[in-house]
Structures are given as structure tokens and as C-alpha cells.
Nanobody, 122 residues
Framework: QVQLVESGGGLVQAGGSLRLSCAAS????????MGWFRQAPGKEREFVARISWTGGNTYYADSVKGRFTISRDNAKNTVALQMNSLKPEDTAVYYCAASARLASETAGYDYWGQGTQVTVSS
């Protein structure tokens, strides 16, 4: 099992940047693919980005490609999401999640954090 705790959310103006972090418990962090998802009010949770076990493979949703960067540090059991050029439509609760495979769908992830709010003002 792995427990996930996100941090780093907040309020930022459009065009600004935020860096989200997710700390994982347990000694098997490197055995999980890590992903970031988000959920805006009244909308379904959607995929944002994922990173493979060693960090050598990353994949992004088209809506964030070129603006967001996912990274991980297996020595520190952390995964981060650097978000640049933020837009009002990026406003959502952001979740990190862990999967045993290279999944991009919500159902493919077994463990979830509690989420952190990101609000982008126009």
C-alpha cells in the first residue's frame, strides 16, 4: 500500500506558475507509475500527466502539454507537477495517484491523495 499527500496548491493569476508536490509513504514508491489528475466543479476527474517508474517516460493531456512538467524523485518518494502559463480553465482540485501500470484513465489508479485546490484568476 501507499499513502499520498499533495501540497502546493493555491491562488495564482493567469500566466503565473505553481508547483505541486506529492509525498508518498512506503518503501515501494519506485514500483508505481505516478499520475496527476484534476477535477473542476461539476466536471469529471480528468487525466493531467503521468510518469513511469524510473521517470524515463512521461505523458501529458493535450490541454497541458508544453505548460506542465511532471517529475519524480524516487530517493525522496515524491512526485511533482510544475505548472506554468496557468489559465483560468486550469482551476480544479488536483490529485496525485499511483498505479501498477502505465495508465491514463482514472480507473487504472489504485491509490489517491486527498487533493489540493488550484485556483487561477483571470
Amino acid at each position: 500500500q501507499v499513502q499520498l499527500v499533495e501540497s502546493g496548491g493555491g491562488l495564482v493569476q493567469a500566466g503565473g506558475s505553481l508547483r505541486l508536490s506529492c509525498a508518498a509513504s512506503g518503501r515501494t514508491f519506485s514500483s508505481y507509475v505516478m499520475g496527476w489528475f484534476r477535477q473542476a466543479p461539476g466536471k469529471e476527474r480528468e487525466f493531467v500527466a503521468r510518469i513511469s517508474w524510473t521517470g524515463g517516460n512521461t505523458y501529458y493531456a493535450d490541454s497541458v502539454k508544453g505548460r506542465f512538467t511532471i517529475s519524480r524523485d524516487n530517493a525522496k518518494n515524491t512526485v511533482a507537477l510544475q505548472m506554468n502559463s496557468l489559465k483560468p480553465e486550469d482551476t480544479a482540485v488536483y490529485y496525485c495517484a499511483a498505479s501498477a501500470r502505465l495508465a491514463s484513465e482514472t480507473a487504472g489508479y489504485d491509490y489517491w491523495g486527498q487533493g489540493t485546490q488550484v485556483t487561477v484568476s483571470s
